[in-house]
């Protein structure tokens, strides 16, 4: 099993810059080398996909509302990912997910925290 835990959300005026982490824990984690992402939901919306890291940290991929603004970053040594966002807007308001997979593809992570709010307010 892995357990995922996020940290860092909060209010920030539009503009603004947050750094959200994510400590990852479990055996199964460490033994399957897995790639670590962000997702986030907005109110009313489906969730969706923000960003994701592989296991070495050299390939990323980002979706195109936050590219640019947005850097995914990992500590393997340390167990956490982290999502750095900058020039924040209204619309990036969400709840932020951790996840993790053995798949890059991540198109259905095996593993969520359980969330932390984003507010930017306008």
């Known amino acids: 099993q892995v357990q995922l835990v996020e940290s860092g959300g909060g209010l920030v005026q539009a503009g603004g810059s947050l750094r959200l982490s994510c400590a990852a824990s479990g055996r199964t984690f460490s033994n399957y080398a897995m790639a670590m992402g962000w997702f986030r939901q907005a109110p009313g919306k489906e969730r969706e996909f923000v960003a994701k890291i592989n296991w070495g940290g050299d390939s990323r991929y980002y979706a195109d509302s936050v590219k640019g603004r947005f850097t995914i970053s990992r500590d393997n040594a340390r167990n956490t990912v982290s999502l750095q966002m900058n020039s924040l807007k209204p619309e990036d308001t969400a709840v932020y997910y951790c996840?993790?997979?053995?798949?890059?593809?991540?198109?259905?992570?095996?593993?969520w925290g359980q969330g932390t709010q984003v507010t930017v307010s306008s």
């Open positions: 996840a993790a997979d053995s798949s890059m593809g991540m198109t259905t992570p095996n593993y």
